[in-house]
């Protein structure tokens, strides 16, 4: 402490601002490397909030025990003839679902966030307009590792044996974070929109249910009617699915794993910079 | 670029919706001085403010902070001015060490000075013993302190304060004027809005009154005080049938026409010179006039208001919603 202070004692002495001088100093725009420093300082600033609320790491703790255990028993013997049997299809789903939830969650904190009146400051602060959306987003990848780590234990506890092996396990995560990453953007965009925090629960649940469900994550895509095979061959969320699956019981690095990680550049493509804007706009 | 203003804004508009919250303000607000506006609630001095500060989009006019156009260039503004809003603009979630940490590095400060500067900031506005305490432990004077500290982290050479003491207790408010007349001795300049004349008057270089959006007056305090009128004496006499002869002892000795209320002996005397309340009250035990109670009033904003506008000053609080 006392280094600290006398340290800083010389360059921080009383002396007269320079408004020529400032001005001659400012810059137009942020430069890649602020703006690396900016978002890693939002990041860190979210993980000093999770530490502090533990509480919000419910839903990430909850839905991969209780829905790999629950989903596991009830519909085991009906789909696949056999609870182990159905662990290879069912792990990889509910990773995905695990992964949207924690979008979900991304958005409406990203919109409680911006009602509060730190948000004035980091506007009226120079810094990138993207680094108070991508900060939180950083932070989030924990949360990700953490789902998926989580499901996937489970569902060895209950019986899974995945064929992929310790490398397959580890790829098939890395997408499922990749992935919940890259779909958070649509949850983000939808934060910036959206006039409560609640109004973004019940978008993004009329999202999320819908890409769940309407995918190969619970059932075998051909066991649905023609017109809703159609849907989930195009799903993302099924390619993702997929692609896990691929990963944890074969541990093949497949086209779906491609298709997979063209579709999550495709999205953040489309909403990282609708989110921006939507984010600068709202002033 | 000596004589470069630090504010020049011209016929500044903001709609919200039909409602016009600010209907073509001109400021100038010269380099070095703390230019106080001064209107109600809902008056649209937030509102320019934040116009000012590029958090709300300018629908119309021209304004430029040291030269540099602000709806051009609002990066470049956000570097030049500290904003400090009328609800601190702090994180609830973290310290107070944290909050100034992670504005210092936001703003490129290395990880060892945005330490550095947290230190002498707590210290200075007296936070050092709550540096690592949760904000939701925090007084108001103690978050507005904070606040007032992010804001001077890159010593900004404009800063903006919105309404710095409003629901500050009068020791906490004194400190925080202290506080802003030393930002000035260091070379700042200050735009700050109030709803209290008694501040402008404290702090204030130069004065604008803003009502509904408009721009009634502009002048030094003293000069806007002389407009208003000046401060009242006002007295009760022990025996209220004395009214009569008090109010000659008042003619005689200043030569103004006291305001009587006989029914209850009381009257209120203009006072151009503060100083010669106490020559009526000689007067008055001289003549042998008991008094049971005696004040002296200085004009009030709604005074101040009534004089420039014809209306008092009234709350419009519907449009503060709009911020």
Redesign the interface.
């Not at chain 1, 009383?14 to 020529?20: G, I, L, M, Q, S």
């Not at chain 1, 509060?116 to 810094?127: E, N, Q, T």
């Given at each position: 402490?006392t280094t600290?202070?006398t340290?800083?004692a010389t360059p921080?002495a009383?002396?007269?601002?320079?408004?020529?001088a400032?001005?001659a100093?400012?810059?137009?725009?942020?430069s890649v490397q602020?703006t690396w420093?900016?978002v890693l300082?939002?990041a860190?600033?979210a993980l000093?909030?999770m530490r502090?609320?533990p509480e919000q790491f419910f839903d990430v703790l909850i839905q991969p025990l209780l829905f790999t255990a629950m989903f596991a028993f009830i519909f085991g013997g009906a789909i696949s003839g056999s609870v182990s049997d159905y662990l290879p299809v069912l792990i990889p789903g509910i990773l995905a679902q695990t992964a949207l939830t924690v979008c979900m969650a991304t958005g409406v904190q990203l919109r409680e966030d911006m009602d509060?009146?730190?948000?004035?400051?980091?506007?009226?602060?120079?810094?990138a307009r993207i680094?108070p959306l991508a900060g939180p987003m950083i932070a989030d990848l924990i949360r990700y590792g953490i789902a998926s780590v989580l499901t996937l234990v489970t569902g060895l506890v209950i019986g899974y044996r995945p064929g992929g092996g310790v490398l397959g396990c580890v790829g098939g995560i890395a997408l499922t974070v990749i992935s919940g990453w890259s779909l958070a953007w649509i949850f983000t965009w939808l934060g910036t929109m959206a006039r409560s925090a609640q109004s973004v629960q019940g978008i993004s649940m009329m999202i999320m249910f819908p890409l769940t469900f309407l995918s190969n994550a619970f059932v075998p895509a051909e066991t649905l009617p023609g017109w809703l095979e159609a849907f989930v061959k195009v799903n993302p969320v099924s390619h993702v699915v997929s692609a896990v699956r691929d990963l944890f019981n074969d541990g093949a690095v497949t086209a779906e794993v491609g298709w997979a990680l063209v579709g999550c550049v495709v999205v953040v493509v489309i909403f990282a910079p609708l989110a921006v804007r939507s984010y600068s706009r709202k002033? | 670029m000596a004589d470069l203003s630090a504010v020049r804004a011209e016929s500044l508009v903001k709609n919200f919706g039909d409602f016009r919250a600010v209907d073509g303000i001109d400021l100038h607000v010269r380099q070095g001085e703390i230019f106080g506006v001064l209107g109600p609630n809902g008056a649209g001095k937030t509102t320019m403010l934040r116009m000012l500060a590029t958090l709300l989009p300018i629908d119309g006019g021209h304004a430029e902070i040291f030269g540099v156009d602000v709806r051009r260039e609002p990066h470049r503004i956000r570097q030049l001015v500290g904003v400090t809003g009328q609800y601190a603009s702090v994180d609830e979630d973290l310290t107070a060490r944290e909050n100034l940490w992670l504005f210092a590095r936001l703003q490129g400060l290395t990880g060892t000075r945005a330490k550095a500067i947290a230190v002498e900031l707590l210290e200075r506005f007296g936070l050092q013993e709550a540096a690592d305490r949760p904000l939701s432990q925090f007084s108001g004077g103690m978050r507005r302190r904070l606040d007032l500290a992010s804001s001077l982290i890159t010593r900004p050479p404009l800063i903006f304060l919105d309404e710095p003491t409003t629901g500050l207790d009068p020791r906490t408010r004194g400190q925080m004027w202290d506080t802003i007349r030393e930002l000035v001795t260091d070379g700042s300049t200050i735009l700050l809005t109030t709803q209290y004349l008694d501040e402008a008057d404290q702090l204030a270089d130069r004065v604008a009154v803003i009502d509904r959006g408009r721009k009634v007056a502009e002048d030094t305090p003293d000069a806007l005080k002389t407009q208003v009128g000046d401060s009242t004496l006002q007295l009760s006499l022990a025996d209220g049938s004395d009214i009569a002869l008090a109010a000659d002892v008042v003619r005689r000795l200043l030569g103004e026409e006291p305001v009587l209320t006989p029914e209850s002996g009381r009257m209120n005397i203009p006072l151009p010179d503060p100083n010669r309340a106490a020559d009526v009250l000689i007067g008055l035990r001289e003549a042998g006039l008991g008094i049971s109670s005696v004040s002296v009033a200085k004009p009030t904003l709604d005074e101040v208001f009534l004089a420039l506008t014809g209306h008092g000053a009234v709350d419009e609080p519907q449009m503060e919603a709009a911020r």
């Open positions: 402490m600290t202070s340290m800083t921080l009383p002396r007269r601002v320079d408004p020529a400032v001005v100093r400012t810059t137009s725009r942020s602020e420093v900016q300082a939002m860190r600033r000093k909030k502090r609320k509060k009146g730190v948000f004035d400051r980091f506007k009226s602060l120079p810094i680094a002033m | -």
